[in-house]
Nanobody, 121 residues
Framework: VQLQASGGGLVQAGESLRLSCAASGRTFSTYNMGWFRQAPGKEREFVAAITRSGDNQIYADSVKGRFTISRDNAENTVYLQMNSLKPEDTAVYYC???????????????WGQGTLVTVSS
């Protein structure tokens, strides 16, 4: 599966953004999906994941209550709604697909190219 992330940009603290990740192919619904991010000078970290059906989600503690992951299997797209953004959310955000439902990046088989989110204070 090929993944294309979009929706990043420059926003002020407290504002919102919605990231999208479009998948090619007819197997999107067979993958669990995740979002990860990498800030400058830091390692890539888990943000959120969602099961194949969309019935279950997990979040990093740092984004819980502010970010929401969702998916539309008919549109082959996974979303990340980000509210109440903070400067520390500044990073390149990546979507990824996995056979397993996990917050571990090592279990994800396919990765998108990343989209930059910059939050100014």
């Amino acid at each position: 599966v090929q993944l294309q992330a979009s929706g990043g940009g420059l926003v002020q603290a407290g504002e919102s953004l919605r990231l999208s990740c479009a998948a090619s192919g007819r197997t999107f619904s067979t993958y669990n999906m995740g979002w990860f991010r990498q800030a400058p000078g830091k390692e890539r970290e888990f943000v959120a994941a969602i099961t194949r059906s969309g019935d279950n989600q997990i979040y990093a503690d740092s984004v819980k209550g502010r970010f929401t992951i969702s998916r539309d299997n008919a549109e082959n797209t996974v979303y990340l709604q980000m509210n109440s953004l903070k400067p520390e959310d500044t990073a390149v955000y990546y979507c990824a697909a996995a056979t397993y439902y996990s917050g571990s990046s090592s279990l994800y088989n396919y990765w998108g190219q990343g989209t930059l989110v910059t939050v100014s204070s």
